[in-house]
């Protein structure tokens, strides 16, 4: 028998209480769709641009989030974690804002974009991820230094 | 494009991927070295990948989208590395986590690479 995972042991600070535990595996989701949606936006924006540029330009502007959403968590700083919070707010309203008007208005959105139909072509996991950073944010930032 | 390789890689990689919700769930790091050695495996096999796909692209004459299709292939090549090495920085068993979600992106990954290349 292996041993047992050493038992959470207690964050030293806040940086490594943001980026350990549930921490981990957020940051690695994020990192996977700031890797996403940085390739679709650049692909899109290089080779199509014509074809849809509102849906384009709100692809890279999802792109450039999840970037700073993951270097935010990762770096875990009290200032980081200020622009997380912000960051993970703007991603909910821009999932929420862009998968209704993808909903209302396809014409708009004749390409898919990360957001489009609340994230329907990534398992809709562009509409949970902000609330799971939002609660993960409040969690790991309870009574710490 | 290898299409047994695709298969087996997506089979490997979903199999990797329930071993490591059993250890997330277990939380116990049983056998944790035999599979990072199992997903370099699945990486090696994705090099492969990445170079018959990028050669039957540049040979076979494919109506398919080039920066795309060898996108996929390229930045596949980064996932498991990646996930490895935030793995194993982790000790907690939430390092597992993290291989868990490594092994359900390369499969998604492998499936649109299929999707592109047959649609060409």
């Known amino acids: ?145 | 494009m290898i299409q047994p390789l695709a298969t087996a890689l997506l089979v490997v990689s979903l199999i990797g991927a329930v071993w490591s919700a059993v250890l997330l769930t277990l939380s116990r790091p049983v056998g944790k070295r035999i599979l990072l050695g199992v997903l370099g495996l699945v990486e090696l096999g994705l090099l492969v990948q990445c170079v018959a796909g990028i050669v039957a692209f540049a040979t076979q004459h494919r109506h398919v989208s080039g920066v795309t299709f060898v996108g996929y292939l390229v930045v596949a090549l980064v996932i498991l590395p990646a996930a490895a090495w935030w793995s194993l920085t982790d000790r907690s068993r939430w390092g597992v986590g993290v291989l868990l979600i490594g092994c359900l992106v390369i499969p998604v990954m492998i499936v649109r690479m299929n999707q592109i290349w047959s649609s060409g």
């Open chain 1, 1 to 145: 028998m292996a041993e047992p995972y050493q038992a959470p042991a207690p964050p030293a600070d806040l940086p490594s209480a943001t980026r350990s535990g549930p921490g981990r595996a957020l940051i690695a989701v994020y990192a996977v769709f700031a890797l996403a949606a940085t390739a679709r936006s650049a692909v899109q924006l290089a080779t199509k641009f014509d074809k849809a540029p509102l849906a384009y330009l709100l692809s890279a502007v999802a792109a450039v989030i999840y970037i700073v959403a993951t270097v935010c968590f990762a770096r875990g700083s009290r200032t980081s974690r200020r622009v997380a919070v912000v960051s993970c707010t703007v991603e909910l309203i821009g999932v929420l804002a862009v998968g209704t008007a993808s909903v209302l208005d396809k014409a708009a959105f004749p390409d898919a974009t990360v957001w489009s139909l609340y994230g329907d072509g990534y398992g809709y996991v562009p509409v949970v991820l902000p609330i799971l950073g939002l609660l993960w944010l409040r969690r790991s930032g309870r009574s710490r230094p």
